[in-house]
């Protein structure tokens, strides 16, 4: 199969990108040729220079109101996109330009507790207060809509009944790191739509 490199993008502490790091590194046919945040404090930027990945970081107005992106992304012969922990709304440049090629991660089981504005504690809160005796992660293509692109991959967790949102996200994070990576290299290999 011929190459393929993954372009993550991640605000925050990274930990699922230091997952694809870590289980793509040596793989036969996929790479990872960059790590962009929004953020210029995202620890995921420290977390990708321990790997010597390339790392981009770009403003709201480069983002949304030119292609600079797009043209890191080419320079550096992208072929995916994943989003991982990312926190803004992909533009349609970039969801034009890497079409069905954008994969991003929800810490809950869509389509409930997705959305604008539900990222993180946020929806481990909601999912408590509710009540659910379940709640899981969802990969699913990206769209622009928040967390509406066709869904990949579910799995579900017991929420349990002492829980707060740091504990249940240690249990999602837990699925997360088990299915990520994986998904995505089937998606890539063919194996699962
Ligand atoms: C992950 O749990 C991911 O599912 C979530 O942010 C966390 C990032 O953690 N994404 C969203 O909430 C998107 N709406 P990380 O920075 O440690 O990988």
Redesign the pocket.
Known sequence: MAENKLAIF????????EEFFRYFNHHPFIKIGALLSNNPEAF?LKRADNYGIPVNVFSKNSFYKSDETLKYLRIKEISHIV?????WLVPENIIYGYKNRIY????ALLPKY?GKG???DI?HRAVIENGESYSG?TIHYVNNK??EGKIIFQEKCPVLHDDKPESL?VR??QL?YAHYPRVIEEVISGKIQ
Do not use: Q, R
């Open positions: 991640a605000s925050g502490s990274g930990t699922n990108a995921a989003l991982a922990g990312f926190m991003n991660i929800h810490p997705g539900m990222y993180g929806v992660i928040f967390d996200a999602i994070h997360e």
